[in-house]
């Protein structure tokens, strides 16, 4: 393997995944690299990812962003979590909440305590009282966590951000150009492979101009114009386990009170997503073409709006999968170009973030190394799939049955390692989380509880206190997280006094 420095680093596309890369490798890699991006005016960006999970704190941090700066640039609002609607069984609600649930008693998670009070009727049927993350967004009230107060619920607090996924891109390209990235404006017409191994060699533009390159970044979206039109890395389709192919998009005007959670509304054929922001809300409707038309997803989305219409709907096609090769010679996919996740659970901004720092983890010399190329593969399907696995619980554990939709994905097989986690959870309510995979056991717990699962047991020593005392103890949990919700701000007087973006 030759030892020779790569020193041309091209990503193609801009958007989100485009100007993340561009701007955490100028961050990164100090200066060290010639980066360019190119990407074109004439085509656009899908930019539905507004909705993240608190992971976006470490890489806005890993950059050195100012969260309030940051935030203002992007009409940006705070996220605690996601509300389902509609979900397990029509009529129901149940929060993914950020953060932690209760707290452990002599090292048993307090789930287990709650499940006992549960089977001996002394408690409610929800989990969301037991968390700040759950109760705070239902009364619209937001702070960020306390870090004087380790003790204290105030303390626990977890949040994500919700912001304008294009405004994002801009505040990152500025980033970004300032630390040495070149920008190409283009549109790429034809891709030269070199000699031996047909790997990259340069993008041809429309204008006549090359843009060489020693090591590719592709961030082009689903077209995956490099890894895939190029290089023919393949596609693993996941549409017999998430059947949605569609997603209509619109934005509306705001609408009070300004709540720190995603929602998401189950509906006949799929699911909308609301998601926040200062100056609107973004909405949208993810569907399965089979089960229902075009017209009917977008008249149910523009029916269910909170304020007017503040452009057209457009229409989004998608199959969920994921690339067989993410990365392949010395390209390697990044974003909506490596595979596609239905962003029920705010993931695709997530993914991007975790390719990026792959990418500098196994960063390659020009001779680059066929070990390294495979763990970053490896690693990367572990990533998709487990997710993919936490989706498809969504829709699989559900007691729906009063469309061909629910009854097909309530009755569908499902991955054995899905199916693994359910049986886990129905004996005892045990959750493992397997090789520091995204979602940690409370996240599964939410969701598993949420849906409708219910276990047969718990852990046995879930049983060695008195009855009194573990009710006092859960008790005492619900009550102080009740007390500290009362004295947070309301989400809009948050950002008011610290990170209100002008008017749009």
């Known amino acids: 393997m030759a030892l020779d420095a790569v020193r041309r680093i091209v990503v193609t596309g801009g958007g989100t995944a485009g100007w993340m890369s561009a701007a955490a490798l100028a961050r990164l890699l100090d200066g060290a690299y010639d980066i360019q991006l190119v990407e074109s005016d004439e085509i656009g960006i899908i930019g539905v990812g507004e909705a993240t999970i608190p992971n976006i704190k470490n890489y806005n941090q890993a950059l050195g962003l100012d969260e309030n700066d940051f935030l203002r640039a992007t009409q940006g609002t705070f996220k605690l979590g996601i509300e389902f609607v509609d979900w397990g069984a029509k009529g129901e609600r149940y929060t993914h909440g950020f953060g932690r649930i209760g707290q452990e008693l002599m090292g048993v998670p307090f789930h287990h305590y709650w499940l006992r009070l549960r089977r001996e009727g002394l408690v409610g049927p929800a989990l969301d009282p037991y968390s700040i993350n759950t109760v705070a967004p239902a009364r619209a009230r937001f702070m960020r ?250 829709y699989h554990a559900t007691r729906r049955d009063d469309t061909p939709f629910w009854r097909h994905v309530r009755r569908m097989s499902v991955p054995e390692s899905l199916q693994r986690k359910i049986e886990l959870f129905c004996s005892n309510a045990r959750i493992v989380r397997e090789n520091n995979e995204l979602f940690a056991e409370l996240s599964w717990l939410q969701v598993m509880h949420g849906q409708g699962l219910r276990p047969g047991g718990y852990h046995p020593l879930a049983d060695l206190p008195s009855t009194p005392e573990v009710k006092a103890f859960v008790d005492d949990v619900e009550n102080v997280i009740r007390k500290c919700v009362d004295v947070m701000p309301t989400q809009a007087e948050f950002i008011a006094t610290h990170c209100a973006a002008r008017p749009a």
């Open 145 to 394: 966590a306390r870090q004087d107060m380790p003790n204290s619920p105030l303390g626990d607090i977890a949040n994500a951000f919700h912001f304008d996924a294009s405004l994002y891109a801009k505040y990152l390209r500025s980033f970004a150009e300032a630390r040495g990235v070149q920008r190409i404006e283009g549109r790429i017409v034809g891709v030269q492979q070199r000699e031996p191994d047909g790997g990259i060699a340069a993008l041809q533009l429309a204008d006549g101009r090359r843009v060489e390159g020693d090591f590719f970044i592709d961030c082009s979206g689903l077209r995956g114009l490099l890894i895939e039109q190029t290089l023919g890395a393949g596609y693993e389709d996941w549409s017999h386990w998430l059947p949605c192919d569609r997603a209509i998009a619109v934005p509306c005007e705001s609408v009070d009170p300004l709540l720190p959670i995603t929602r998401s509304t189950a509906h006949g054929a799929g699911w909308q997503w609301r998601i926040p922001l200062q100056h609107r809300i973004g909405n949208g409707h993810v569907f399965c073409s089979r089960f229902m038309s075009e017209d009917e997803a977008t008249a149910i989305l523009l029916g269910r709006l909170d304020g007017r219409a503040l452009a057209e709907p457009r229409t989004i096609r998608f199959v969920t999968g994921r690339r067989r090769r993410f990365w392949d010679r010395n390209c390697v996919a990044v974003g909506l170009a490596s595979g596609f996740l239905e962003p029920l659970e705010s993931t695709s901004i997530h993914l991007i973030q975790t390719a990026i720092a792959r990418i500098v983890a196994f960063f390659p010399h020009a001779g680059l190394d066929a070990a390294d190329i495979a763990e970053y593969n490896e690693q990367t399907r572990f990533e998709y799939e487990r997710i993919r696995d936490f989706i498809i619980l969504h």
